[in-house]
């Protein structure tokens, strides 16, 4: 049996149709209720609707990405528990309509960070870059976060004081906005296009974290999974965390799903199979300290859904989106991998032995580029990455 194969939609205000989607041979598609403010409950009449809508077009849905973790949560303050009671309310409104998997992360402030969302590839496609000294620069220089220098090693303060140097008024402007409103605001960012001063804001949602370590951050993780996982095992809800984007602190704050040893700690917390993983193998391919083959292989029985995408590493912990198949990652392993749990999940007589995936992000090409569409989400470039993925599966299963 193959992975069941999906892509990700925005609802109805994406500009890529699900009727288009529907043309890529995806069974399934990845969404959330977007529209609904973060930490408000699901309501069941709304998640109907949007399934509805779905199966319209001869899709379904059972995959939810993402259910936000807001801010109370993550900074434990005082409103946390009704917020968490929404979120649990939410996880039963969405069991009782048949969706059983709910793909989120505990990233404080930013979900993830890319400094340049149009890189031009060697063959005239488009990627997007994450280069450390710039996100630095912007750090530092742009956005001005007191003390931030000191988060960085003296080279990359170096090399940011120089690409620094080198932006007018006007690319500094773009960077900034790019990587606090653009790359967030379509997937519940905290700051959108409402805010004028957004570089403010977003200081202040750094500032409400600077009491909090990476302990503290874990301890507040364990809370929220303490309350949610119990509501999994009962509702048969899959509670999968993804993986920190890019795998390493930024801003000064914590990252706590960024490791092997993150996953023990996350996975021993809450021992129940329902505490699962997202496994982004292009999030996690950007700590260079792990061996994703090695992770996937160790994790393999608490992956609830994965995204699969290439990484090209560059110098001083920087990267490029390369696509799905070429790149720094050894893509081959980690589909054998999961295709081969699913054959266990099978044989096992496991419930929920189908292994979701999805092409994660894609390359523009071709009509992409006369095409609207959100950073990273073209669809000729994800259909180009879907057919890559299925080809190997089918040279995996086949072998």
């Known amino acids: 049996m193959a992975l069941e194969k999906n892509l990700r939609w925005f609802g109805p205000d994406d500009p890529v149709t699900l009727s288009e989607i529907r043309q890529t041979g995806v069974q399934g598609i990845v969404t959330a209720l977007h ?23 001869g899709l379904y849905w059972h995959v939810v990405e993402s259910l936000p973790v807001t801010n109370e949560i993550k900074a434990a303050t005082s409103d946390r528990d009704i917020v968490i009671e929404n979120y649990i309310q939410s996880m039963r409104n969405l069991a009782e309509c048949g969706i059983d998997t709910i793909c989120y992360n505990f990233m404080p402030v930013l979900d993830w960070a890319r400094t340049d969302l149009n890189f ?14 710039t996100f630095a620069a912007f750090d530092i220089y742009i956005l001005g976060r007191p003390k931030a220098e000191k988060d960085y090693p003296a080279s990359i303060v170096k090399l940011a004081e120089d690409v620094f140097k080198n932006m ?29 001063d957004y570089k403010t804001r977003f200081l202040e949602y750094i500032q409400s974290y600077s009491h909090i370590d990476k302990q503290d951050l874990r301890n507040n993780l364990g809370y929220f999974l303490d309350k949610v996982i119990p509501v999994a095992d009962e509702t048969g809800i899959n509670m999968a965390i993804h993986a920190d984007d890019p795998a390493f602190p930024l801003l000064g704050l914590p990252r706590i799903v960024s490791t092997s040893e993150d996953m023990d700690w996350i996975f ?3 021992k129940s199979i329902r505490n699962g993983l997202t496994f982004c193998s292009g999030s996690f391919s950007t700590n260079r300290d792990n061996n994703l083959v090695r992770m996937v292989n160790q994790l393999a029985d608490r992956i609830h859904f994965a995204h699969l995408r290439n990484t090209q590493f560059l110098d001083n912990k920087s990267f490029y989106e390369s696509g799905h198949l070429e790149g720094s990652i050894d893509m081959y392993s980690i589909l054998k991998t999961l295709v081969n749990e699913q054959k266990k999940r099978i044989n096992s007589g496991r419930r929920d032995h189908l292994l979701p995936i999805r092409p ?29 993925l299925s080809g190997l599966e089918a040279g995996v299963t086949r072998e």
């Open 168 to 196: 007018d008024k006007e690319e500094a402007e773009k960077l900034a906005y790019n990587i606090i409103v653009v790359t967030q605001g379509f997937i519940d960012g905290g700051i959108g296009d409402n805010y004028t």
């Open 268 to 270: 021993n917390r809450q």
């Open 35 to 57: 529209h609904i403010p973060n930490g408000r409950v699901w309501e069941k009449s709304e998640i109907q609707h949007r399934k509805a809508i779905i199966e319209q077009h």
């Open 360 to 388: 994660d992000h894609g390359i523009k090409i071709l009509d992409d580029f006369n095409r609207r569409a959100h950073p990273g989400y073209p669809l000729i470039g994800r259909m180009k990455g879907l057919a890559e």
């Open 120 to 133: 031009r590839t060697e063959s005239g496609s488009e990627s997007m870059l994450f280069d450390y000294p």
